[in-house]
């Protein structure tokens, strides 16, 4: 069974630092473009970064400079580090593959920045 498991959430202060983990399951997502998403309240979830197979990245002009996606396919996961965390970075954050497979999505892990 494909699973995509988000953890490293929490609540930092403004300016802190997170580590976000994507743990998946089978091979075939070690040659996918995968992406890091995000869900605010009362908004729609948007892709905040992607990582291709090879490990180019790309991502959304608001998080620029401040997040870094990669992957480590020999352990299966995809990580966010996320620095200088603002207030507007607060929202639940899943992963999926590039475009998003509606049955992967997890329970996604909350990011809380507040002081």
């Known amino acids: 069974q494909v699973q995509l498991v988000e953890s490293g959430g929490g609540l930092v202060q403004p300016g802190g630092s997170l580590r976000l983990s994507c743990a998946h399951s089978?091979?075939?997502?070690?040659?996918?473009?995968m992406g890091w998403y995000r869900q605010a309240p009362g908004k729609q979830r948007e892709l905040v970064a992607t990582v291709t197979g090879g490990g180019s990245t790309h991502y959304v002009d608001s998080v620029k400079g401040r997040f870094t996606i990669s992957r480590d396919n020999a352990k299966n996961t995809v990580f966010l580090q996320m620095n200088n965390l603002k207030a507007e970075d607060t929202a639940v954050y899943y992963c999926?593959?590039?475009?998003?497979?509606?049955?992967?999505w997890g329970q996604g892990t909350q990011v809380t920045v507040s002081s």
């Open positions: 089978g091979s075939i997502f070690n040659i996918l473009t």
């Open positions: 999926n593959t590039e475009v998003p497979i509606a049955a992967y």
